[in-house]
């Protein structure tokens, strides 16, 4: 059984930047596909941004690309999601998720229901 726990939400003003971490116990994280996910009042729960068990191989959002930037340490089991240029859109609680699956598309990597194990969320705010 995997547990993720996210850190590093909070409060920023637009245009800044935040660095999120999700640290995961209980299972062989090296081996996982590993994803963050966000959900604002209201909406679902969407995809952000998707990183391979080796690193080596990433994908975005149309919303994160360009701005955002998933890693992963397998040594620390963390991964991370830099958040640059932040806007108040991006305003939600930021999801970190993982699966022994080794995705290879983005129709199953892209979709909440393809992950069995999440954490319980941090929260990002930005302020116009």
């Known amino acids: 059984q995997v547990q993720l726990v996210e850190s590093g939400g909070g409060l920023v003003q637009t245009g800044g930047s935040l660095r999120l971490s999700c640290a995961a116990s209980?299972?062989?994280?090296?081996?996982?596909?590993m994803g963050w996910f966000r959900q604002a009042p209201g909406n679902e729960r969407e995809f952000v941004a998707f990183i391979r068990w080796n690193g080596l191989n990433t994908d975005y959002a149309d919303s994160a690309k360009g701005r955002f930037t998933i890693s992963r340490d397998n040594a620390k089991s963390t991964v991370y999601l830099q958040m640059n240029s932040l806007t108040p859109e991006d305003t939600a609680v930021y999801y970190c998720?993982?699966?022994?699956?080794?995705?290879?598309?983005?129709?199953?990597?892209?979709?909440?229901?393809?992950?069995?194990?999440w954490g319980q969320g941090t929260q990002v705010t930005v302020s116009s």
């Open positions: 998720t993982g699966s022994p699956t080794d995705y290879g598309a983005r129709y199953y990597y892209a979709r909440a229901a393809s992950y069995g194990y």
């Open positions: 209980g299972g062989t994280f090296s081996t996982y596909a």
